[in-house]
């Protein structure tokens, strides 16, 4: 249920963040068009893949505080220390999984970086979500569950998938050739 919820929610995420970057976009101080066709190609892909990895993580990670209810249910909420021992393979997959996760930003990360100032914003935001978040979830594997860091390392997973998404927008406008510059047909017969 809590994974449902969470899906949901970051669909609704993503769909705030395209209404306000449709509405805010505006024309990016780009590099050049040289840049931009080659940052279409694949970057979309690698972005896409990002995305969906994440949203893979951040599912397993509510089915291993899902897995945390119950142990810690099970246990009448007594010696904290032993419930991440008890969680089971949701706990060492959604571990693993974080590897594939900070390839893909990392790279992504890189690919960005010479984009633009605003891409290279978003890269650096990228990476300090991902770092804080390695670091969140290291204190609570391996400093028995603190409470107050059970929800940081979900905002900072949600803020991770929404710079993603942001990435993802910012990127795909790349791709279209600004008409700056390039006068209209009706243009050219008042100059003419
Ligand atoms: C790399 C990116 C990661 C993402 C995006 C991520 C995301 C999440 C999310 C969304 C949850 C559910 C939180 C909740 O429902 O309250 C969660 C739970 C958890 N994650 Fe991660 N995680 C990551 C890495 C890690 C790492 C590296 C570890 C440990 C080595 C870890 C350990 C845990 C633990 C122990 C929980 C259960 C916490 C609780 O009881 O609330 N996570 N994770």
Known sequence: MVTIHMGLALLIVAMLLYAVDRAQAQDEPVVAIRHQIAATNGLKAV???????????????????????????????????SWVAQLGSSFTTHRAFSIAVTVLVLYTVYELWSLGPYLRRLAQGMV?????????????????????????HLTLATILFGLQFLGLLAVGRLGVKPEIGVPTRSAHGVVA
């Open 47 to 81: 972005l896409w893949i990002g995305i969906i990895v994440t949203f893979g993580q951040i599912v397993l990670g509510t089915q291993v505080r899902e897995q945390v209810d119950i142990v810690s249910a099970a246990a009448n909420y007594a010696n904290r220390a």
């Open 128 to 152: 300090a979500m991902l770092v804080l978040e390695v670091l969140a979830g290291l204190v609570l594997a391996y400093g028995a569950l603190p409470p107050a860091v059970q929800p940081v």
